[in-house]
């Protein structure tokens, strides 16, 4: 018998004899001999969730000396992927690389969704967040923050803000911001960012949220000025960049986030285990340092902080919809 046969005979022995959470929380327990482990990703390959999804997975399968594989069920701004892990097994053996939109966004902006967030999930733990960088067209003259807030509070309507489709994470904070400081702008969607920065570079628009990684570059040729990031503090990726919050709009925070997340059937101790392990992967530097280079900073927590940060979050995005009127086909 090998190692992971007799770790998944101990959790469900756990689970079984409804074993108080402290001593679940000490049992190790997680996958049958031979079971493949899925961490699916409901987004395409080659982007940022699936990049952290695959070095989530690389690290757990040599930890556990087992498969763990990256399955991308891409389509409905996350829901197919979503809905898959929502109709799973709750084995331990299919886990979601959950995201800000499917998890808290979708729910108050899609008509329709194809499942519940709170029944058909268990959180483990938040896996890391971003910010966004606010970018200036250089046509716009924006040097910093403070000249941009000016110069859309005294025209409004006169500037554009690009993103890449209504109820993004740039469309959000665009409104977010422009809520904030009480000002009006126009909004001019696109089926990708990479359209929306060729038209900032080429001042057909001229603000935008992007990701970090995209937009320090762009900044960095000159295409357009990097004025500040959407978290609290300031990134490692560029400690210069000021953040929202220090350049005039006081406790501004939007920040993009991932989490790991199992079917709503898998027993507590094969969750307890789980959190333990990916929380034991994002104390390694080698981890923190490859997160990092993304852009992301690690942020573990326990499946009922995580549950909690999704309830808090899908109010926040419930009332800015709201407020905004968005919708979406």
Known sequence: MNKLSTLFKSALLAASFAVPVTFAQTTPAVF???GRVTIVVPFAPGGATDII??????ELGKRWGTAVVVDNKAGAGGGIGTEFVARAKGD??????????ALSVNPSLMKKISY???KDFVPITQLASTPLVLLASNKSGARNVQELVALLKAKPDALSYGTSGNGTSQHLTALMLLNRINAKAVHIPYKGSSQSLADLAGNQI????DNMTTALAFAKNGQAKALAVTSLARS??????PTLAESGVPGFEAVTWLGLLAPATTPPAVTAYLNKEVLAVLGTPAVNAKLLAQGFT????SPEGFKKFIRDETVKFADLIKTNAITVE
Request: glycine share 8%; net charge negative.
């Open 236 to 241: 490692e990726l560029q400690p210069d960049l």
């Open 53 to 58: 999804a695959r070095l989530l997975a690389d």
């Open 32 to 34: 049958p001999a031979g």
């Open 206 to 209: 001229d603000m935008q949220f």
């Open 92 to 101: 331990g053996l299919t886990l979601l690389l959950g995201t800000q939109t």
């Open 116 to 118: 519940d967030v709170d």
């Open 298 to 301: 690690p942020k573990p927590m």
